[in-house]
Antibody, heavy 117, light 104 residues
Framework: QVQLVQSGAEVKKPGASVKVSCKAS????????MHWVRQAPGQGLEWMGI????????SYAQKFQGRVTMTRDTSTSTVYMELSSLRSEDTAVYYC??????????WGQGTLVTVSS | EIVLTQSPGTLSLSPGERATLSCRAS???????LAWYQQKPGQAPRLLIY???SRATGIPDRFSGSGSGTDFTLTISRLEPEDFAVYYC?????FGPGTKVDIK
């Protein structure tokens, strides 16, 4: 069965960077794009960007351009999302989600990133 | 940039009632890119509907989607206790703000 397992919660200071991982299993890793979506406490869903695990190409939401980097490791079927220059407004749950038929059909369990001094 | 607006913000209904949720796009979008998700507290979102009207695997047939152009609808024919949650529409890189369906 398809599973996306994310890394654990993180606490970071303002200005630092965070790198969240998402390990995929149960399907051919390189056959499906992976999206990253975040959700601030009590707020809605915010799309951050997408990576093609096959070639590594990426597309980021304009809001995160210059601060986010998405990468993948095909040997371990893992995608990564790194967000730099963290500020308090980046406190959120970060999700990876598999892209399929123009939707997100499987989601990771989420990773809480807390930015606090 | 496409903006999605969902209404109402909150829908208060009783189990067994019909729920009708609206998602309106700021410009015409392809139906093939319109999806609906359900999210319960403390859980990741779950895909319900893709391509505006196709149910995802394992989704009960009381959930249905319709619409085209700028106006889309998610209908829950008879609310079950487990259906009280927040529902989001999505068009590629844009999510709507969500509609909360709570118990009246």
């Amino acid at each position: 069965q398809v599973q996306l397992v994310q890394s654990g919660a993180e606490v970071k200071k303002p200005g630092a960077s965070v790198k969240v991982s998402c390990k995929a299993s149960g399907y051919t890793f390189t056959s499906y794009y992976m999206h990253w979506v975040r959700q601030a406490p009590g707020q809605g869903l915010e799309w951050m960007g997408i990576i093609n695990p096959s070639g590594g190409s990426t597309s980021y939401a304009q809001k995160f351009q210059g601060r986010v980097t998405m990468t993948r490791d095909t040997s371990t079927s893992t995608v990564y999302m790194e967000l730099s220059s963290l500020r308090s407004e980046d406190t959120a749950v970060y999700y990876c989600a598999r892209g399929h038929s123009n939707c997100l059909d499987y989601w990771g369990q989420g990773t809480l990133v807390t930015v606090s001094s | 940039e496409i903006v999605l607006t969902q209404s109402p913000g909150t829908l208060s209904l009783s189990p067994g009632e019909r729920a009708t949720l609206s998602c309106r796009a700021s410009q015409s979008v392809s139906s093939s890119y319109l999806a609906w998700y359900q999210q319960k507290p403390g859980q990741a979102p779950r895909l319900l509907i893709y391509g505006a009207s196709s149910r995802a695997t394992g989704i009960p047939d009381r959930f249905s989607g319709s619409g085209s152009g700028t106006d889309f609808t998610l209908t829950i024919s008879r609310l079950e206790p487990e259906d009280f949650a927040v529902y989001y529409c999505q068009q590629y890189g844009t999510f709507g703000p969500g509609t909360k369906v709570d118990i009246k």
